[in-house]
């Protein structure tokens, strides 16, 4: 549900999950899920949904995507899932995520992310999809997938890394940081996490002070000359993820982690 505080500004707040649109014609979106911003299944559709919604305002012109807390996103709340019976919470995370990372992609003006501390697993399919990407010097990013018996989100850390190093992060779950990510060039900017919000802030404005009209056109045109199409590369992954499910890989290692009593990724 929306609310209206003047005809300029506008908030949603569901799950965690807010939208503030500035008169500048920046709509910042914030995640803040304590402890570590893994969201649920409806966390993800939701987050999806209010990134769209906020590129459909004609007021704005571009998005800031951050996070509250410890971390920008540990990807996807895996007790949720292995609390499930079945196989419902799997398949609608993976539906999730989709809708998620697809609405940052298609988002219609151009999303600034900003990624404070670890940024897991969902939270690689975020930034992979986002246009600019900002980092405060305590953030790394890493996809745990295979320790946690699936696979995806390759197809976004693939443009942020080059190939082999991307490999090399898939095979053996390790991290890199954002100061590797900014010597890739992926990362646009590095700074103290005090300094980053006014950091995406600062960089986001720069875009709102073009014509909206061009700017919608640059992100459609960019987007059309991509070198894959991310969406269905992402969809190509998730299926192993659906058969190493179907194997029993999958459910063994969610419950191993859920067991050892880490924090949701």
Request: hydrophobic content about 45%; glycine content about 10%.
């Amino acid at each position: 549900m929306f609310y209206f505080a003047s005809p300029t500004h506008w908030e949603a707040r569901v799950s965690g999950i807010s939208t503030t649109i500035h008169p500048d014609g920046i709509a910042e979106v914030v995640v803040d899920r304590p402890p570590v911003n893994a969201l649920t299944v409806a966390g993800w559709f939701e987050l999806g949904r209010q990134v769209t919604v906020a590129g459909e305002n004609p007021n704005v012109r571009c998005v800031v995507l951050r996070a509250e807390g410890r971390g920008f996103n540990a990807g996807v709340d895996i007790k949720e899932m292995q609390q499930t019976e079945g196989f419902s919470a799997l398949i609608g995370a993976n539906k999730g995520c989709f809708a998620a990372f697809k609405g940052v992609y298609e988002c219609l003006v151009p999303v600034v992310t900003a990624v404070n501390g670890f940024c897991l697993g969902g939270g690689i399919g975020l930034v992979g999809n986002s246009d600019i990407i900002v980092a405060s010097e305590d953030a790394f990013f890493g996809l745990p997938e295979v320790d946690r018996g699936a696979l995806g989100a390759a197809t976004h850390l693939a443009r942020l890394v080059p190939q082999h190093k991307m490999r090399a992060m898939v095979y053996t779950a390790t991290n890199a940081t954002a100061q590797e990510l900014h010597h890739y060039g992926s990362v646009l900017e590095v700074v103290p996490k005090s300094e980053l919000r006014a950091t995406a802030m600062r960089i986001a404005g720069q875009i709102a002070a073009k014509r909206g009209n061009v700017i919608r056109a640059a992100k459609q045109s960019l987007n059309g000359i991509d070198l894959w199409d991310v969406n269905r590369s992402y969809r190509y992954e998730q299926g192993f993820t659906f058969e190493l499910n179907l194997a029993g890989d999958g459910d063994a290692a969610r419950d191993a982690f859920v067991t050892d009593g880490k924090e949701a990724t």
